[in-house]
């Protein structure tokens, strides 16, 4: 069997207070609600986001939990990155793991693989890339060879 994926449906993020973390998701970046599933936040047009409240979940610092992470496709990383150093979100690039933190909005965003991330409020990490910016270029952009079958 090969699997044909089509898309990613959504991600599931375990957080400790529902509340805080839509003031993250929805309230400052912007996402939308499902129309139908609460909790659930769209993601472009084929993915969504699944927030799971567990208040018991101890939030830890381990690498686990530091480098696991959600990353975003954006139209505009700039325009990303200016509403989170606004926000007081602490933005940063990662250069071989480690964390270059960003201050000045006119940043060039060229550390490691062009990048921004920040931590949501339960400390799971968000990544933000554009294509087109750092490693993104147009060929890192996948090509499931069942899309490409001759007729
Ligand atoms: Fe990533």
Redesign the pocket.
Known sequence: MKLEVEAVNHVCLIVKDLAVAEKFYVDFLGLERHHKASTWYVLGEHSTLHLVEIPEVEVDDSLYHKLQ?L?LQVPDLRSVFRTLLEGGKEPFQLNEDQPKILTDVNDPLDVG?G?VYTYDPDGNLV?F?QFGRGKFTEDMKPRPSYLHRSP
Do not use: D, G, V
Request: aromatic content about 0%; cysteine-free; hydrophobic content about 35%.
């Open positions: 992470h990353a693989n990048s990544e890339l």
